[in-house]
């Protein structure tokens, strides 16, 4: 359950002294005095407020959001410490423990947006946390003003130092202990102006580069309570399924395991982790090894539970489907029906989109402390407030007896928004009365995930004597991610369509209605939701259109796109998409791959543009093939993300994204065997290798005076089509299905 954002106290800050002369400035609280001791000298293990300035100079910087490679960390520690004038290689960043108080039975949000979903993170940090570094630089100033005995209007900072017009300077640390004792300014400190800024817009390295090469980085699954029971679990293959009989003695008998527990059958009515857990059966025991080997002693009978359906199962509903109407209109402009049949020519294709698994390096685990007054997880999360939500739920403790920790994911892709890894690890320290560390292996987090939605797309579109689009339909039917989750059927559209995506709002009679498919196999959030599904159908129709009209596919997307201007855009990313920097980006794109460069080399170019949650992103990519090989020689990048704060990780970001985006659409889909989900390793769901991807990647990133956005998602929605596209310039050969590469080898 998400509870609303308590926007109203974000902008309180509160700023206090230590014992041992530190300047501490956060967010306020009625705890923060409470845990002002525990943040002097050395112990640095939690972290609460945002900053804290040690009298040697050292800077903490707290970071709020979880890290799972988007390089949240760094960014929101670059926002503080540059209106904090720090000296960033005395800068240590620390992660922030989940911020929640008690507040009417209601958890009070004490440190903002502490989120990884839909790259809101970077956006909620520039809105929140320049003034956090602001009044930390304030208090610095006048501490250094009484100390030299002029005007703090006199002073400036830079570099950690408190600088006075006749030279003389006073470090940070000397001024710490002074600052802690001022009284906050009446009025809100002045924000610095962006040609002031030193390290925004300058490339910085992960804060935490430095532990990840040298192997110190602790992520969850590396941290262990000395007293702790390893615990694996036994889950039923057969999504909905229940335990039927069960033998437990030669487990119970193996030296080293302590308890064999069972988990309840999933109950839809009472949903924990957001999504229902699947029935199993726990090995608690006192090592992993131990744990792993019980489980294999078990010996269980499971009860299906409703029939799975595969993709090809699905798809082959597709046609009665779309003869019923559709579940939800989503959006209707003009009469298409009538520019139809007033079109001088038509064109229709249909396009399906596979069932694809995270596969997240680190899988899910939790360490789990239950006591009568005190909770503790340390897990991978990105939704650390529905984790305590699970916590509340499962022991009825209040917000402020529930500590969660988050320690670098090792990866999400939208996996850990679902905590049913959270609820698993509290249903069994409760049960075993014991801290218990829960183990997921490889096999389990591929037979178990939350998968990406199976979607098939039905675009139909009519043009004129110019060959201008006059009317557009697309019907898409896909298993709604929202199914299952407590969420009414009528509400399960939100997750698959979205009303204003492009062309909606270029063309004039222009239709999307949805179709819900049912499915019992467990769907959930995957990089860049839908965008990195819906993109592919509507870019690679624009090119077929392109190609059958003999219209140049860069030329007829700037047609389309029109003179700049800003259209309403409801929901994340909005209120408006400006046409104009998506053309931008699109024609950055084309120029770099050399888009008007006649090619008879065999090579073939492709492009494709999406607006992903506020960032305006195009992909080209140039491919051949040689022989029965798919080479993709060089990608091209080109974003629009606002003021980027570190470009550095904005790239990595781009790239990332876009490296995914076609490793998926090469050749992965999740596939079902006697009604059970068939891959358990990478050996069955093969990641592309680095000679399958591209040899060369360019990033672009277009500069930019406007708010920032995330970049994590933003690379991903046109990759694949873009990939697509540039297959059919190559071979002549036009794919329509994700993974692409079975497709491919079999129209060749």
Same mark, same amino acid.
């Given at each position: ?182 009284? /906050? ?80 059958? /999933? ?167 014991? /801290? ?313």
């Amino acid at each position: 359950m998400t509870r609303a954002h308590d926007a109203s106290r974000r902008r309180f800050l509160k700023v206090l002294g230590s014992a041992g002369g530190a300047l501490i400035v956060g967010v306020q609280t009625r705890a923060f005095a409470d845990v002002a001791d525990e943040l002097v000298g050395d112990v640095l293990l939690t972290l609460n407020p945002y900053v804290r300035i040690e009298p040697d100079g050292t800077v903490v910087i707290g970071a709020r959001d979880p890290e799972v490679g988007q390089g949240i960390r760094t960014a929101e520690a670059r926002i503080i410490a540059e209106e904090l004038d720090a000296d960033w290689p005395r800068v240590v960043v620390l992660p922030m423990a989940l911020g929640a108080e008690d507040g009417n039975g209601e958890p009070r949000w004490t440190f903002g947006h502490q989120e990884a979903r839909g790259s809101t993170g970077i956006p909620a940090a520039w809105n929140d946390l320049r003034s956090v570094g602001a009044t930390a630089r304030e208090l610095l100033v006048r501490a250094a003003a009484q100390r030299l005995g002029v005007g703090a209007r006199t002073l400036r900072t830079q570099l950690g130092r408190v600088i006075a017009a006749d030279g003389r300077s006073l470090d940070y640390g000397q001024l710490a202990t002074a600052a802690s004792q001022l009284p /906050p300014a009446n009025a809100a400190p002045a924000l610095k102006s962006p040609e002031a800024f030193r390290l925004i817009g300058q490339d910085a390295g992960d804060a935490d580069a430095r532990d990840i090469v040298t192997g110190r980085q602790r992520h969850a699954i590396d941290q262990m309570p000395g007293d702790a029971l390893v615990a694996v679990i036994a889950r039923c293959p057969y999504p909905g399924g229940a335990l039927k009989a069960l033998d437990a003695a030669d487990a119970r008998a193996l030296k080293g395991v302590a308890q064999v527990l069972t988990i309840p059958p /999933p109950d839809p009515a009472a949903l924990l982790g957001i999504r229902p857990l699947a029935a199993g059966v726990a090995v608690l025991a006192e090592d992993t090894w131990t744990a792993l080997r019980g489980r294999d002693l078990l010996k269980i009978e499971w009860r299906a539970g409703a029939a799975a359906h595969g993709d090809d199962a699905l798809a082959a509903q597709l046609d009665a489907r779309f003869e019923q109407a559709p579940t939800t209109p989503v959006r209707n402009d003009g009469d298409y029906d009538q520019a139809r049949k007033l079109a001088h020519r038509a064109a229709q294709a249909r396009y399906r989109i596979a069932t694809v698994a995270h596969a997240e390096l680190e899988p899910p685990n939790c360490i789990a402390q239950v006591a009568s007054d005190h909770a503790l997880v340390i897990a991978p999360l990105q939704n650390p407030r529905g984790a305590l939500d699970v916590v509340q739920r499962l022991t009825g403790l209040r917000p402020s007896q529930v500590e969660i920790r988050l320690p670098r994911g090792g990866g999400g892709m939208g996996r850990t928004l679902d905590n049913d890894h959270v609820a698993e690890a509290v249903m069994l320290a409760k049960a075993a009365k014991k /801290p218990v560390k829960l183990m997921w292996t490889r096999a389990d987090a591929f037979a178990h995930d939350a998968y990406r939605p199976f979607a098939v797309h039905d675009l139909a579109a009519g043009l004129d004597r110019k060959n201008r689009i006059t009317a557009w339909r697309q019907r898409i039917a896909s298993t709604s991610r929202l199914a299952g989750r407590g969420e009414p059927r009528e509400r399960w559209w939100l997750s698959e369509a979205h009303p204003d995506d492009l062309p909606a709002g270029l063309i004039d009679n222009y239709r999307l209605d949805w179709f819900a498919l049912d499915s019992s196999l467990p769907r959930g959030n995957w990089r860049a939701g839908s965008h990195g599904i819906n993109a592919f159908a509507t870019q690679v129709f624009l090119d077929e259109i392109a190609v059958a009209t003999k219209q140049d596919p860069l030329q007829l997307r700037l047609d389309l796109l029109g003179e700049p201007r800003a259209l309403p855009y409801r929901g994340h990313g909005g209120p408006v998409l400006d046409t104009g920097r998506l053309a931008e980006v699109l024609k950055l794109a084309a120029d770099a791959i050399g888009w008007k460069k006649k090619r008879n080399d065999g090579h073939g170019l492709g492009l494709a543009f999406h607006f992903t949650y506020g960032g305006y992103v195009a992909h080209a990519l140039e491919v051949s093939m040689q022989g029965a090989r798919l080479v993709m020689h060089k990608a091209v990048i080109a974003a629009d993300l606002g003021r980027v704060i570190n470009p550095l990780g904005a790239r990595a970001a781009l790239t990332g994204a876009t490296l995914d985006g076609l490793s998926t659409a090469l050749g992965l889909r999740i596939t079902l065997k006697d009604g059970c989900v068939a891959q358990r390793d990478f050996k069955d769901y093969p990641l592309a290798t680095m000679a399958q991807l591209p040899r060369e990647v360019q990033v672009i990133l277009v500069p930019s005076q406007e708010k920032p956005t995330g970049a994590y998602e933003m690379g991903l929605p046109g990759a694949a089509p873009a990939l697509a596209n540039a297959v059919f310039a190559a071979t002549t050969v036009r794919v329509r299905s994700l993974p692409i590469l079975p497709e491919l080898m079999r129209l060749l």
